[in-house]
């Protein structure tokens, strides 16, 4: 097996392991490597926004949004410490080139999704993911200290003969198979979410929960496995592959459900959970495939959504559906993971010198149910913390032990998945 040293390994590319490679020192040489294509992480398919508390005012009652969607399971401390440096995040992604919609004064526009009780989410079109990210990118490639290497999965972790500390990762090259023992000082496990074990996802195919599977079997600690968002509207279509996302802002803007009658059955704007739960029993009650959603009821009608929401409106025409003269069919789809590698304030995991963030981790702002655009800043914020604790030094020491069996099960993760069954059973 080949042998490389690197300060620190990142393993993968969305805006947590991309903003966790920009806040190293310049003097830290990092890898960062990512299963698929430098773009084939959700970040980039994030459409609605990001959260930012709004203003000063905001505080208490962004905090208790966050916790009521998350059933009050959340970590009180981690989102306070999220919505404390939400403001000063934006304010960074805006430094490098991020374009946020403005108002005509100039001021930063905001939108609402639901459970937030008033508009605090700042957004790029419907296409907020890609527009943070390809920035973050951009800025990543031009740091001389870090590498990046697409296309290379994570197999296994590296470990000292004691099990006390991690000490990089065994990756290996998609394209040769080639294996390669990364010797770490520091590691970072920035996988993303599970949505590839699901048949019905928002995600890309290849996130399958590989830095939790790790960790499981490696008895690194790991909360609420069973914690799975399906987002209520993803675009119903008989095509195989990744779900399409109807962003939940369009019905922040005024979108409306109804069923088969073109009745509403439930508030648009209640929590994704309690939309997801509405929408499944309505379509059992009427034995269909889909509810529909109606986008003429905009707030700005047309206009709106040509501006707005013209990725959407484009996607629905290829798939033969006129969003401003008709219902479009929906049906709620796996979306996101509450659970993950547990990690605290600063990223920390239970194993020294092992990092988790992103959707990876479970560091509790989520609670039991994540409060729309709540991800990309969580990702961001905690990304950076752990950056920041990693800088100060503090490198792992000692042999690598080169496991004799590689763990290398992607899929591994799917048997704790216990709800998984029950919960995508319309699409089954
Ligand atoms: C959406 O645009 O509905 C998704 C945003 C999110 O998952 O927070």
Redesign the pocket.
């Known amino acids: 097996m080949k042998e490389e040293y690197i300060d620190t390994l990142i393993v993968g590319a969305g805006v947590a392991g991309m903003n966790c490679a920009l806040h190293l020192p310049a003097g830290m040489r990092a890898l960062v490597v990512c299963k698929g294509g430098l773009r084939e992480s959700d970040s980039f398919l994030?459409?609605?926004g990001i959260c930012v508390l709004h203003d000063r005012g905001d505080e208490q009652s962004y905090f208790e949004d966050t916790m009521r969607a998350g059933h009050y399971e959340n970590n009180p401390d981690t989102v306070r410490c999220m919505i404390r440096h939400s403001r000063e995040t934006i304010e960074e992604l805006i430094a490098r080139g991020v374009r946020f919609e403005r108002e005509a004064n100039g001021e930063l526009a905001y939108t609402r999704?639901g459970a937030h009780s008033r508009p605090r989410i700042v957004f790029h079109a419907d296409c907020t993911g890609k527009e943070i990210s390809s920035h973050l990118l951009r800025a990543v490639q031009k740091l001389p200290n870090v590498i990046l290497r697409p296309h290379t999965t994570m197999v296994d972790l590296l470990f000292d003969e004691a099990k006390t500390q991690c000490l990089g990762a065994i990756v290996r090259d998609n394209k040769t198979k080639e294996l390669t023992a990364v010797h770490a000082g520091n590691t970072v496990l920035a996988t993303g979410g599970v949505g590839g074990l699901f048949p019905h996802s928002t995600n890309f195919r290849i996130l399958t929960g590989d830095g939790v599977g790790v960790a499981l079997e490696h008895g690194i600690a790991v909360d609420h496995p069973e914690y799975v968002q399906f987002?209520p509207t993803t675009l119903y279509t008989q095509r195989r592959g990744r779900s399409f996302?109807i962003?939940?802002?369009v019905r922040g803007e005024g979108a409306q459900l109804i069923n088969a009658a073109g009745e509403r059955f439930v508030d648009e704007l209640l929590p994704r959970d309690v939309v997801t739960a509405a929408i499944r029993r309505e379509m059992r009650r009427e034995g269909s495939r889909f509810v529909r959603l109606d986008l003429r009821t905009v707030a700005g009608g047309a206009q709106t959504l040509a501006h707005h929401f013209p990725g959407i409106v484009e996607r629905c025409r290829e798939e033969g559906y006129d969003v401003y003269s008709e219902p479009i069919p929906v049906v709620p789809a796996q979306?996101?993971f509450m659970g993950g590698v547990r990690s605290d304030l600063k990223g920390r995991t239970t194993m020294p010198h092992l990092y988790a963030v992103g959707e990876t981790c479970c560091n509790g702002v989520h609670g039991k149910n994540?409060l729309?655009?709540?991800?990309l800043l969580e990702a961001l914020i905690f990304a950076r913390r752990a950056a920041d604790e990693i800088a100060k030094g503090e490198f792992a020491e000692g042999r690598a032990v080169i496991p004799e069996q590689i763990y290398d099960k992607h899929t591994d993760y799917a048997r704790h998945l216990r709800v998984k069954k029950e919960v995508d059973l319309e699409h089954e």
Not at 372 to 375: D, F, K
């Open positions: 994030a459409q609605g999704e987002h996302l962003s939940e802002s979306h996101y994540r729309a655009s709540n991800s």
